[in-house]
T-cell receptor, first 115, second 113 residues
Framework: AQSVAQPEDQVNVAEGNPLTVKCTYSVSGNPYLFWYVQYPNRGLQFLLKYITGDNLVKGSYGFEAEFNKSQTSFHLKKPSALVSDSALYFCAVRAGSSNTGKLIFGQGTTLQVKP | DGGITQSPKYLFRKEGQNVTLSCEQNLNHDAMYWYRQDPGQGLRLIYYSQIVNDFQKGDIAEGYSVSREKKESFPLTVTSAQKNPTAFYLC????????????FGPGTRLTVL
């Protein structure tokens, strides 16, 4: 069965420091991987995706993510955190062979960036 | 939130009542999805539709119903059979298989009184 795990409920980081939000996945076949961000009482905003190609994927707002096939991970990173990055972050996976487009979401990680 | 609108933003319902949540998109996307979000549980798929006049159950379809009579619209009805309907409901759409990411509306918060 497909699954996504975000092992940290909350990540705290000081403004200007690098941040990492962790995600591991389990899927048969080649994975399609996604990161979304959600601000309070809002919908999810798409940040970036990995389908194939370079293991380092760059996305919106200075975020990037590194795909590691051997560790089945897709961690979200940013070199220098901003207070405005504070939000709820979701990792999602889709089996590459799926033709329904269904995504499986992790439970979310709250990122708190302190001034 | 792009070209996906959801209404109303907040909805209050008495127990035993059916309510319908609206989802409209002007992006010409083929596929549409309904998710339920509860604190600490991420998003769970309720129903999805890949084409007009066709839809499939997701992981938690019991107590919900949908229709897809137009490409732009995918309303969700929360029936009285749904035991715990208080949640944040999110609608999403996807252009096609060649573009796998989904785009989300702003959500509807349903509270059962």
């Amino acid at each position: 069965a497909q699954s996504v795990a975000q092992p940290e409920d909350q990540v705290n980081v000081a403004e200007g420091n690098p941040l990492t939000v962790k995600c591991t996945y389990s899927v048969s076949g080649n994975p399609y991987l996604f990161w979304y961000v959600q601000y309070p009482n809002r919908g999810l905003q798409f940040l970036l995706k990995y389908i194939t190609g370079d293991n380092l994927v760059k996305g919106s707002y200075g975020f990037e993510a590194e795909f590691n096939k051997s560790q089945t991970s897709f961690h979200l990173k940013k070199p220098s955190a901003l207070v405005s990055d504070s939000a709820l972050y979701f990792c999602a996976v889709r089996a590459g062979s799926s033709n329904t487009g269904k995504l499986i979401f992790g439970q979310g990680t709250t990122l708190q960036v302190k001034p | 939130d792009g070209g996906i609108t959801q209404s109303p933003k907040y909805l209050f319902r008495k127990e035993g009542q059916n309510v319908t949540l609206s989802c409209e998109q002007n992006l010409n996307h083929d596929a549409m999805y309904w998710y339920r979000q509860d604190p600490g549980q991420g998003l769970r798929l309720i129903y999805y539709s890949q084409i007009v006049n066709d839809f499939q159950k997701g992981d938690i379809a019991e107590g919900y119903s949908v229709s897809r009579e137009k490409k732009e619209s995918f309303p969700l009805t929360v029936t009285s059979a749904q035991k715990n309907p208080t949640a944040f409901y999110l609608c999403a759409s996807r252009p096609g298989l060649e573009q796998p990411e989904q785009f989300f509306g702003p959500g509807t918060r349903l509270t059962v009184l």
